[in-house]
Nanobody
Framework: QVQLVESGGGLVQAGGSVRLSCAAS????????MGWFRQAPGKERESVAA????????YYEDSVKGRFAISRDNAKNTMYLEMNSLKPEDTAVYYC?????????????????????WGQGTQVTVSP
């Protein structure tokens, strides 16, 4: 079982930056592919970014390419999402997710159905 806890959300003005963190515990963090998802009111959960277990492969949803950066620090059991040039449409609850991938260490997963473990979410609100 993997426990995930997100932090770093809050209220930010358009054009600003926020860094989200996802702290993992319970298993060997480096065995897990990780992802960030978000869900805005009245909308379905969507993938934002994903990273392979070995950190060598990444995925970004088109609307965040060039603005967001996913990273991980396996020594700290933590994943990050650096969010820059934020827009009001980035407002959502952001979730981190983990998938056991010790035998697929180079694969990332962009579909929510691929993930077994989820954090509780952190709210990011971008004001115009």
């Amino acid at each position: 079982q993997v426990q995930l806890v997100e932090s770093g959300g809050g209220l930010v003005q358009a054009g600003g930056s926020v860094r989200l963190s996802c702290a993992a515990s319970g298993r060997t963090f480096s065995d897990y592919a990780m992802g960030w998802f978000r869900q805005a009111p009245g909308k379905e959960r969507e993938s934002v970014a994903a990273m392979s277990a070995n950190g060598g492969s990444t995925y970004y949803e088109d609307s965040v390419k060039g603005r967001f950066a996913i990273s991980r620090d396996n020594a700290k059991n933590t994943m990050y999402l650096e969010m820059n040039s934020l827009k009001p449409e980035d407002t959502a609850v952001y979730y981190c997710a983990a998938r056991f991938a010790a035998y697929r260490r180079g694969n990332y997963y962009s579909m929510s159905e691929s993930y077994a473990y989820w954090g509780q979410g952190t709210q990011v609100t971008v004001s115009p």
